[in-house]
């Protein structure tokens, strides 16, 4: 069977790139008339480069004909999150406060993305702020899921992941400050990776809205998909001083030996979809199948102190803004306004209090990973939801609050070891749903590893979307 480009691994579609027998100008091509036929349906970009992308494939057919292709991302088509600046793109984060903005710059992960002959096609919708959990915003409406239309894709990378599971680019760049790449890429079948705190470098982006629990990260239908984009960013780099004591990542898998696993499949009393318990406890199960040592129990550190105040990060990141932007009280939705007025009264014990808490955690989080190599856990409570509304208030016949989807993900951003999000088997109804895998810190090439070897016996890896077919 002859795979179309969308079909193909982003190693596949490099390797043709290499032989000739595509050019970067062809797999632009085809992206962006898969772009053309169904943003009108899933609304995943908020912009389209159709003329840079094609400038950017010219430029690398130039290098590929001179057989000098910079890594395995020349003339791959990548989208990029709008939390995240590309100079001459609309930077307008989801907030009329921003709506007429254009970056001035490339934040330091674009520019490594350019340096490693990537072809940058757009930005794509999320959120607000990024601070939601379903993705829509007063500007550019809500995203649809790729596997229904009419649901959410999940936040805050919503626009990201729809883009790579409908096959309008192999891979994406988003961030993840709670759970944002890993949720939404267990809404739609996908892998996505938070990694290592300043795993990928950054520096010279927009204020940060939680602290340093916010990364960026790959976003692909493969690990060894997101391993090519981490191989190619993961490294050190002067602008970001936390990325140096970290070594290259690894271009291709390794065995990852016999792991001693730990599977979390609820926290507390919070409620879990029941489909969603069975199929991550299967997932769980294959991984024992595969030889590694797997227990079942809770998390074995306290979590609470740092859920009770994670809002008032947030918060005090929106009074930031508000200091910024005089207009931002004014243009911004009520919510974020009185966010920020919320965090103009946080004082700054309190705030230095959350950062102990967190400081708390990571050691705590790293005492635990002596015991253990992986910590596994649902990556979502809750099914995905119809688009246009925030958050399920009902899981498994109990009502919850905002976070009570979102309840499995934000602990590995406070500790800020690496989290990988990969596809358990789908609902009954075809639904996708995902379990994450958090490793110890630095431990982003394991975690990958691990993937790989799941993903090999797991036919649901292979499934598409029918809009996208």
């Given at each position: 069977?002859?795979?179309?480009i969308?079909q193909m691994s ?8 290499r032989?000739?027998v595509?050019?970067?100008?062809e797999?632009v ?7 053309e036929?169904?943003q009108?349906?899933?609304n995943?970009f908020?912009?389209v480069?159709v003329e840079g992308?094609?400038a ?8 590929l004909?001179?057989?000098r292709?910079?890594s ?7 989208s990029?999150?709008d939390?995240?600046?590309?100079k001459?793109?609309p930077f ?17 992960p674009i520019a490594l993305?350019r340096?490693a002959g990537?072809?940058?096609m757009?930005k ?5 702020f990024?601070s939601r ?6 500007v550019?409406?809500a ?8 649901l959410t894709t999940?936040g805050?990378?919503?626009g990201?992941v729809?883009?790579v599971?409908?096959?309008m680019v192999?891979l994406?760049m ?12 267990g809404y739609?079948?996908l892998v ?8 990928i470098p ?9 602290y340093?629990?916010?990364?960026v ?5 493969s690990?060894d998909?997101?391993?090519l984009?981490?191989?190619?960013l ?8 936390r ?8 271009g291709?898998?390794a065995?990852?030996g016999r792991?001693?696993?730990l599977?979390v499949p609820?926290?507390?009393?919070n409620p879990v979809?029941?489909e ?7 997932a769980a199960?294959?991984?024992?199948a595969?030889g590694?040592e797997?227990t079942?129990?809770?998390?074995p550190?306290?979590i609470?102190?740092v859920s009770?105040?994670?809002a008032?990060?947030?918060n005090?990141?929106?009074s930031?803004m508000?200091?910024q932007y ?7 939705t009520p919510?974020?306004r009185?966010?920020a ?10 705030y230095?209090?959350v950062?102990?808490l967190?400081l ?16 596994m856990t ?11 509304e925030?958050f399920?208030p009902v899981?498994?016949g109990q009502?919850?609050?905002?976070r009570?989807h ?9 500790c800020s070891?690496?989290?990988l999000a ?11 749903v995902g379990?994450?895998l958090?490793?110890d810190f ?6 990958l590893d691990l993937a ?8 649901w ?6 809009c996208?077919?």
């Open positions: 069977m002859t795979l179309e969308h982003v190693r596949e579609i490099g390797q043709r790139l032989d000739r595509l050019t970067a100008t797999v091509e085809h992206y962006l008339a898969r772009i036929r169904l009108p349906v899933l995943a908020t912009y480069d992308a094609r950017a494939a010219r430029a690398s057919d130039e290098r004909v001179a057989g292709p910079l395995w991302l020349e003339g791959i088509p990548v990029i999150k939390n995240i600046y590309v001459g793109m307008v984060f989801g907030s009329p406060l921003f709506k007429d903005r254009i970056a001035e710059q490339d934040e330091l993305l340096e990537a072809i940058i757009g794509t919708n999320l959120p607000e990024a959990g379903s993705t829509y915003n007063p550019y409406g995203t649809g899921n790729p596997w229904d239309p009419e999940g805050s990378s919503g990201s729809a883009s599971a409908a096959g192999p994406s988003g961030t993840d400050g709670g759970g944002s790449i890993r949720r939404p890429a739609t079948g996505g990776f938070k990694p290592t705190l300043s795993r950054r520096a010279d982006g927009f204020t940060s809205v939680l340093d629990c916010e990364v990260g790959p976003i692909g239908r690990a998909d997101v391993r984009m981490m191989q190619a993961a490294r050190p780099h002067r602008r970001d001083q990325s140096r004591g970290f070594v290259p990542m690894r291709l898998a065995d990852p792991l001693r696993i599977y609820q926290y507390g009393n979809d029941p969603i318990a069975a199929n991550c406890r299967a199960e294959q991984l024992r595969l590694h797997v079942e129990g809770p998390l550190f306290d609470q102190p009770d105040n994670w008032k990060i947030g005090v990141c929106m930031l508000a200091q005089p207009r931002f009280k004014d243009d911004v919510e974020y009185d966010r007025i919320t965090g103009d009264g946080i004082t700054g014990g309190d230095q209090g950062i102990e967190l708390a955690l990571r050691s705590d989080v790293g005492d635990a990973f002596a015991q253990y190599d992986i910590i649902p990556t979502s409570a809750a099914n995905p939801w119809p688009k246009n925030p399920p899981i498994d009502k919850v609050g905002p009570g979102a309840v499995f993900t934000n602990w590995v951003n406070a070891h690496p989290g990969l596809p358990a088997a789908p609902t009954a109804s075809g639904v996708p379990f994450q958090v490793g630095g431990a982003d090439d394991l975690l790989t070897q799941y993903e090999a016996q797991a036919a890896m292979r499934l598409w979307p029918a996208a077919e």
